[in-house]
């Protein structure tokens, strides 16, 4: 008895959580994920489906699919090195190679900006009925704010939590409306391009595989405190990211599934063609009845704020990793970053005549940028030079040099159709 007294009271014991070690991991997939219910992704969704019907699901299951594997091959990189990849291409690469794909992806996070940015002064249009312009300069003075000063990290959890409570109604409501399920499973893995769908398959590419989340990843996995001490930590650590990802893509394929789901059982069942993105809103009338317009524009208000701060990150990390340095947001390169990517993005945002038109456009310009970040990317972390013994198999060379591949073919495409 005496025993078990003096073991009561040890404080030494060495901690070991087995399976819910996997709890500590989470989150670097999970703010990456917030790019998934985004305004762009919403307004291709909701025009994959209307147009299209069920015929576009495969776009996001192949979205899906080449995301999980490019994402955790970037999270590699940085557990692995210490380096997010816009710092590992200016270390490891020429001038004449990095500087032109880095620039690149600043323009994309520019573009991912403007999305974010007109998805909240949307939000505002239908809240309070403030003209676009001007919801846009309050939505990107907003976010500044919550980047300069550092407070998003305490609203961060909220912000995810609510934007993910809509994500989760478009869920449940699969189960209020009348959705033909064996067309809708032969669709997720039967690829088809109906005639007049490259534009929106391409804008779907874009809004599910973003260039800047690679960046961010990258980046966001080192904030962790993780034990990288020897070799049997760092594959752990590999190991449980994987798992990070992998839930945390599924949970995205499933939403952005769901969003084309119930535009195809709903607006091109209907014959009605989605033209601006207050329309959506219609969907959750059956769930939340009279207040589903509010609910609507709140939900894209917060998914506007939270997808623009990621992007402004992404921003400031790619443009601080041209300098060697790492994102600090008292750093004047990530400071920099963030605002050329909000400032630009705004500036475009008053000469866009279409809002719709312009989100749509906004994430097919994403998948033109993506095959020269995944080039990069890969050439990286499959160099025993950057990598070590952490190099990427030939197997996975392989893959990841496919999708590549693939993202190319697509964007010829549609550059000749």
Known sequence: MWNIIKEL???????????????????????????????????????????????????VTLSTVMLIVLQH????????????????????TPRWVSRPILGSAVLASVSTSLAEILGGAIALQMLAGIPIMWGAILTTVLVVILLFTNSYKRIERSIIGFVSVIGLSFLYELFLVDIDWPAAVRSWVIPSIPEGSLLIIMSVLGAVVMPHNLFLHSEVVQSREYNKRDDSSIRRLLKYEFYDTLFSMGVGWAINSAMILLAASTFFAGGVQVEELQQAKSLLDPLLGSQAGTIFALALLMAGLSSTVTSGMAAGSIFAGMFGESYHIKDIHSRAGILISLGVALLVIFFIGNPFKGLIISQMVLSV?????????????????????????????????????????????????
């Not at 890969?378 to 952490?390: A, D, F, H, I, K």
């Open 9 to 59: 009271k040890r404080k030494d014991h060495q901690r070991y959580l087995g399976g819910l070690d996997f709890f500590k991991y989470i989150g670097p997939g999970l703010l990456v994920t917030v790019g998934f219910i985004d305004p762009g992704n919403w307004a291709s969704n909701f025009a994959a489906g209307s147009d299209f019907g069920y015929s576009l699901l495969w776009v």
């Open 73 to 92: 091959n970037v999270a590699h990189l940085g557990i692995v090195t210490g380096l997010c990849l816009s710092e590992a291409a200016t270390r490891y």
């Open 369 to 417: 940028q993506l095959p020269f970040t995944v080039f990069l990317q890969v050439g990286l972390t499959s160099s025993r030079r950057v990598m070590g013994e952490y190099a990427n198999s030939r197997w996975s060379t392989f893959v990841l040099y496919t999708i590549a591949v693939v993202v190319s073919v697509l964007n010829i495409m549609l550059l000749f159709s």
